[in-house]
């Protein structure tokens, strides 16, 4: 029963992908960087955002003066094995690199303001990401199904953690949560499985029921006091 909530959950989600964020203002490309003929073989680039990838993978370097990578533009592109961003991309669309299974590591820069939901869902053999100081939330699917994730932490400035957002992440075994965010969504955490503690900063006034649902290891604080996973139930009540 559990399983088919999360599946709905999932599909929904996905159905509302692209009204995650809003995308940037335009800015124009930096004349001072060529973009090759080859990479503009490769990616398809239209008024400075990605739009589409066509390549043949392996470690992939966006051009400067990218300012947008569009939903999908690289989705299940199963040789991508790195992705270089340069600084003056500002959005990464939803579902932007889903299920691109041999990525093992992204680095965000400041640049970016906005994350589209599940924009990096399924990306099983990711194992290092940098999330920028510039965000101020993790969409829904942000990293759901990321299985090979072990930690990650989440900057100052982050104010909500969206449904999904790391749920399936079933190497996860560390996560910083700072004292900036407020609310976090229903399965958030939900199925990581090596998940031993997390300390929610007394900030967060609002947690989504079955937010950590089947971490079966997992022990949460919250204000001083300690729930396992047989009584969630009473954190998840305390929040209403």
């Not at 100081?133 to 699917?141: A, N, Q, V, Y």
């Not at 199904?145 to 953690?161: F, M, R």
């Not at 990581?192 to 029921?209: A, F």
């Amino acid at each position: 029963m559990k399983n088919r909530k999360l599946s709905a959950a999932l599909l929904t989600a996905v159905m509302l992908v692209s009204a995650a964020c809003s995308q940037p203002v335009q800015t124009g490309t930096d004349p001072s960087v060529e973009i090759t003929e080859s990479s503009l073989q490769e990616l398809n680039i239209i008024d400075d955002a990605v739009t589409e990838y066509t390549g043949k993978g392996g470690d992939v370097v966006i051009p400067y003066g990218v300012t947008r990578i569009l939903i999908s533009a690289f989705a299940s592109c199963q040789s991508l094995k790195s992705i270089t961003i340069p600084d003056s991309v500002q959005y990464l669309g939803g579902n932007a690199f889903y299920n691109c299974k041999n990525l093992t590591s992204v680095t965000i820069p400041n640049s970016v303001q906005c994350l589209g939901s599940f924009v990096f869902s399924d990306c099983t053999s990711l194992t290092d990401i940098t999330i920028p100081d510039s965000l101020t939330s993790i969409e829904d699917g942000t990293f759901f199904h990321c299985e090979s994730l072990k930690s990650i932490t989440i900057p100052d400035g982050v104010t909500s953690i969206g449904s999904l957002a790391f749920s399936g992440c079933t190497s996860l075994t560390s996560i910083t949560i700072p004292d900036s965010v407020t609310s976090i969504g229903k399965w958030a955490f939900s199925y990581c499985t090596n998940l031993k503690s997390i300390t929610i900063p007394d900030s967060v006034t609002n947690i989504g029921n079955e937010a950590f649902d089947s971490c079966d290891n997992l022990t949460v604080t919250y204000k001083g006091v300690s729930y396992k996973s047989d009584n969630f139930d009473e954190l998840y009540a305390f929040f209403g």
